[in-house]
């Protein structure tokens, strides 16, 4: 199974920047796409952006667009998620997870593989 661990997080005053990473480890597994998720107390767990990883095609959760930068360094293993302007409404737990083929993108039950989350919170 792959390993996944999140990095990056923090807290940061709303307009700012935060860059998190996500390391992957482990045996290989049949995935099309890395990508990264978030859930705030009391809400469900959303699509935040997604990565292609043969093709690098992007995608991104509107909420997020403009704002969020999804990339891969494949040599590395590693997915990055940079996030600039942040809002108050990002403020939640961040993880990266591994997705099998098919199904969308912003469907985490085609997700194979999670990471144990990061927090971030942005505070005014």
């Known amino acids: 199974a792959v390993q996944l661990v999140e990095s990056g997080g923090g807290s940061v005053q709303a307009g700012g920047s935060l860059r998190l990473s996500c390391a992957a480890s482990?045996?290989?597994?049949?995935?099309?796409?890395m990508g990264w998720f978030r859930q705030a107390p009391g809400k469900e767990r959303e699509g935040v952006a997604a990565?292609?990883?043969?093709?690098?095609?992007?995608y991104y959760a509107d909420s997020v667009k403009g704002r969020f930068t999804i990339s891969q360094d494949n040599a590395k293993s590693t997915m990055y998620l940079q996030m600039n302007s942040l809002k108050l409404e990002d403020t939640a737990m961040y993880y990266c997870?591994?997705?099998?083929?098919?199904?969308?993108?912003?469907?985490?039950?085609?997700?194979?593989?999670w990471g144990q989350g990061t927090q971030v919170t942005v505070s005014s």
């Open positions: 482990g045996a290989a597994v049949s995935r099309s796409h």
């Open positions: 997870a591994a997705k099998t083929y098919g199904g969308v993108w912003s469907d985490p039950a085609y997700y194979i593989g």
């Open positions: 990565i292609d990883i043969s093709g690098g095609t992007t």
